[in-house]
C-alpha cells in the first residue's frame, strides 16, 4: 500500500512542478515521516472504507498565484483543484486556515470533506465562498461524490482554495481592512476577507466553515474570476 500511496502523490498535480505553497510539499513526499505517516494513514483509511468504484481520474491541484501583499507583508497563495466523481482525495494539511470558493458543482454532486479519519458531507454550494477554520494540522481533504442517481456524464467539481501565511499579529491594521473595495487587487481583497474572518473562527470547531457574504466576499468572487480567466 505504502508504494501505491507514494506512485498516488507522485501523480499529482503539484508533484509535477515546484510548489511555493506552505503545505504540499510536506504531504508524503519526502519531508519527514511523521507527517508522511499522517497522510498515508488517511489515504489508507479513506481508501479501505470507500465502497463505490475509484475513478482512475486523480484530482488536480494547480497552484494559481502566490504573491506578497506589500501592504501588510503578509503572502496570498491561491491554487485551483479539480475535483472528479470517484478519484481519490488530494490530502495536505490543515494547519491553516483558507478560503474556498466553489466556483463549479454540478447539480447532481455533493462536496465531502475528508478531515483527518472521517468524513462528512459540507454545505458548500455553487458559487458560495467560505472561510475553512484550521483543524490543528490534520490531513484534509475534499472527495465529489454522487448526491443523485443519474445516467449523465458527470462534470468535475472546481474550487479556489486561497491562504494567507506570514506574521498574522504584526500585520493586522485596521483602517487597511476597513477601507472599502474600490480596486481590484485580488491579493488584498483575500487578505481583507481572511483577517475579518479570523476574527469570528472561534464560533466554528476545528476544520469546520461558515460562509463568506456582503458586497466584500461578492467582489472577491468577481476579482478572482478574472484573474483565472486572464
Known amino acids: ?24 510539499g510536506i504531504g508524503g513526499l519526502g519531508n519527514g515521516p511523521p507527517m508522511k505517516s499522517a497522510v498515508e494513514e488517511a489515504f489508507d483509511k479513506y481508501r479501505s472504507s470507500t465502497n463505490y468504484a475509484v475513478s482512475s481520474r486523480h484530482q488536480e491541484r494547480k497552484l494559481i498565484r502566490r504573491e506578497e501583499d506589500m501592504n501588510t507583508g ?22 491553516s486556515a483558507r478560503i474556498v470558493f466553489v466556483i463549479g458543482l454540478p447539480k447532481t454532486s455533493a ?67 476597513e477601507a472599502s473595495c474600490v480596486d481590484d487587487d485580488w491579493k488584498r481583497l483575500l487578505v481583507r476577507l481572511y483577517m475579518k474572518s479570523t476574527f469570528k473562527r472561534n464560533r466554528i470547531a476545528p476544520g469546520h466553515s461558515f460562509e463568506l457574504h456582503g458586497n466584500e466576499a461578492e467582489h472577491t468572487k468577481v476579482s478572482l474570476l478574472q484573474l483565472i480567466s486572464s
Open 111 to 177: 462536496i465531502m470533506q475528508v478531515d483527518g479519519n472521517s468524513k462528512r458531507q459540507t454545505k458548500w454550494r455553487h458559487n458560495g465562498m467560505y472561510f475553512l477554520r484550521n483543524n490543528g494540522g490534520n490531513p484534509i481533504g475534499w472527495v465529489n461524490e454522487r448526491a443523485i442517481v443519474t445516467t449523465a456524464i458527470d462534470d468535475d467539481i472546481r474550487i479556489l482554495v486561497a491562504k494567507v501565511s506570514g506574521d498574522l499579529d504584526n500585520a493586522t491594521n485596521y483602517s487597511y481592512y
Open 74 to 95: 503578509l503572502v496570498v497563495t491561491l491554487y485551483s483543484m479539480s475535483l472528479p466523481v470517484g478519484a481519490l482525495p488530494l490530502l495536505e494539511y490543515g494547519d
Open 1 to 24: 500500500m505504502a508504494g501505491e500511496m507514494n506512485n498516488f502523490l507522485e501523480s499529482m498535480t503539484f508533484a509535477q512542478q515546484d510548489c511555493d505553497c506552505d503545505e504540499c
